[in-house]
């Protein structure tokens, strides 16, 4: 069983800077396809950013466009989540998924697309 460890929440304050790591364990992850999701409290998952399993193509929201960046690194078996000026309302639990059933082109923004999904870390921003 894949299980995703996410890591590097934490807490800010509003304008500063994060870097979310999410480990794939396997001996590597350049087959999977990888994305970001997020929770508020009361609210449903959201998607957050993903990227192709070939890294070549990659999905924002546009709540994050332009603030947030993710990247892998196939080498280590880690995918990250560059989150700069952040916002009270980008508050959430923060979760990274895989998923390698698809071809390494895909890209998805959708939860029910990712098999396999790690247990979140607690991203909280103060204003």
């Known amino acids: 069983q894949v299980q995703p460890v996410e890591s590097g929440g934490g807490s800010v304050q509003a304008g500063r800077s994060l870097r979310l790591s999410c480990e794939v364990p396997?001996?590597?992850?350049?087959?999977?396809?990888v994305g970001w999701f997020r929770q508020a409290p009361g609210q449903e998952r959201e998607f957050v950013a993903a990227?192709?399993?070939?890294?070549?193509?990659?999905d924002y929201a546009d709540s994050v466009q332009g603030r947030f960046t993710i990247g892998r690194d196939n080498a280590r078996n880690m995918v990250y989540l560059q989150m700069d000026t952040l916002r009270p309302e980008d508050t959430a639990v923060y979760y990274c998924a895989a998923d390698n059933r698809e071809s390494e082109k895909t890209v998805s923004a959708i939860d029910t697309f990712y098999e396999h999904w790690g247990q979140g870390t607690q991203v909280t921003v103060s204003s």
């Open positions: 396997e001996r590597t992850n350049d087959n999977w396809a």
């Open positions: 990227m192709s399993a070939s890294g070549g193509r990659t």
